[in-house]
């Protein structure tokens, strides 16, 4: 089964601040240490380029980065960015457009390092077994960033709050066309795959925490976990409404704080 994934350029470039501002750097300096130039990243599910513009400065060079998505407007996009490595010279970058469902050794070949942003909670199982095996084949190590706990917790709080988290994260684990999705399960299945070939893992937090100063993104934020939840159960609608309300005047207010939890996985062979 392939996959597509639809986002929308906007949605990218708005939670690009928030994504960079999460990311484990503590994690990305480890998997620095393990790369010898020149370095072959390759990136899965690139959207607009946001990992390789926060990534490429904390990695040695030269470097060449191949992005790799199935929709050839975002690839564009993310081509035509000019990012440096931590030497501050100018990195390479090629495009592949292409379905993101099973993933194989060859797809990697030569790579120093597999990456991937916001990728593994909207995979389903197989898919992400098929992306660790090439990995593992290929010996190459991987970064895997901001796959959905589940978790999330906003202040103040409000009643709903659980309720609409249980019926997102349900939505989160839907079946679609066959394929069911991991969800807030991501990293753990991630993870359980990569330690049962022998590799070693280690799973960092990375937490979106959203402010007065996020208005935009908190809003629409909002707006889409509330429409996942209402679509796993419809009857959540009218209090949906209601929630929506009294959580736009507390923005507009200032009042509303909220983190997203989200966790990053560096794996690396023995």
Do not use: K
Not at 112 to 135: G, H, K, P, R
Not at 222 to 228: H, M, P, Q, T, V
């Amino acid at each position: 089964m392939s996959v597509v994934i639809p986002v929308s350029a906007d949605w990218l470039t708005l939670r690009e601040g928030a994504d960079a501002g999460s990311r484990s750097r503590a994690l990305a300096t480890r998997a620095a240490r393990m790369l010898r130039p020149p370095v072959t990243v390759h990136d899965l599910g690139s959207g607009t380029g946001s990992m390789v513009r926060w990534l490429a400065p904390l990695l040695p060079g030269p470097q060449t980065w191949v992005l790799h998505d199935w929709n050839p407007a975002l690839l564009e996009h993310a081509a035509r960015a000019t990012v440096n490595d931590v030497e501050g010279q100018p990195i390479a970058m090629r495009t592949r457009v292409g379905e993101l469902g099973h993933l194989r050794a060859a797809d990697v070949a030569g790579a120093s390092l597999v990456t991937a942003s916001a990728l593994l909670d909207v995979l389903a199982a197989d898919e992400v077994e098929a992306i660790v095996q090439a990995c593992v084949e290929a010996g190459t190590p991987a970064l895997f960033g901001l796959s959905v706990t589940g978790r999330v917790t906003i202040d103040p709080l409000d009643p709903g709050d659980r309720v609409f988290e249980v019926a997102f994260n349900d939505h989160q684990r839907r079946s679609v066309d066959g394929r069911r999705l991991l969800g807030p399960d991501a990293v753990t299945v991630t993870a359980g795959l990569f330690r049962s070939r022998g590799w070693s893992v280690r799973v960092a937090d990375s937490p979106w925490q959203l402010g007065g100063e996020d208005g935009a993104l908190i809003a629409e934020w909002i707006d889409g976990w509330l429409a996942a939840a209402v679509a796993e159960r419809p009857a959540l609608q009218e209090w949906a409404e209601e929630y929506a309300r009294a959580r736009t005047r507390q923005l507009a207010a200032g009042e509303l704080r909220v983190a997203v939890h989200h966790e990053d996985l560096l794996a690396w062979p023995p």
